[in-house]
């Protein structure tokens, strides 16, 4: 049974870093793409990056200017595992992070394209 886990989030200050993991099982990640997705309270699932099996990193368009230069992902093939590194976390990135994979990373394909899907973790960001 393919799986992935999630986990990382947590409570932290503005300015501070976290480091999510999105660990696998059933599955070989190296023949996926992995997207990581977030939704904030009352809001709809927001792509943010896309990593694709061959290593190339896409961003989507309608996060760029609020994730640009602060989030960034790679993966360790031989832990099976994702990472979305965040840095200097501000308020409104507060919100549930999900990775899930897909075939090859399409910008023009939202979250219904993606196949399997994290169970999510909890980003808060709060002074």
């Known amino acids: 049974q393919s799986r992935l886990v999630e986990s990382g989030g947590g409570l932290v200050q503005p300015g501070e870093s976290l480091r999510l993991s999105c660990k696998a099982s059933?599955?070989?990640?190296?023949?996926?793409?992995i997207g990581w997705f977030r939704q904030a309270p009352g809001k709809e699932r927001e792509g943010l990056l896309c990593?694709?099996?061959?290593?190339?990193?896409?961003?989507?368009?309608d996060s760029v200017d609020s994730v640009k230069g602060r989030f960034t992902t790679s993966r360790d093939n031989t832990k099976n595992t994702a990472y979305l590194q965040l840095d200097s976390l501000k308020l409104e990135d507060t919100g549930i992070y999900y990775c899930?994979?897909?075939?090859?990373?399409?910008?023009?394909?939202?979250?219904?394209?993606?196949?399997?899907w994290g169970q999510g973790t909890q980003v808060t960001v709060s002074s």
């Open positions: 899930a994979t897909v075939l090859r990373c399409d910008m023009t394909k939202g979250p219904a394209e993606y196949d399997f």
């Open positions: 059933g599955l070989a990640l190296n023949n996926f793409g």
């Open positions: 990593s694709s099996s061959s290593g190339d990193i896409f961003q989507y368009k």
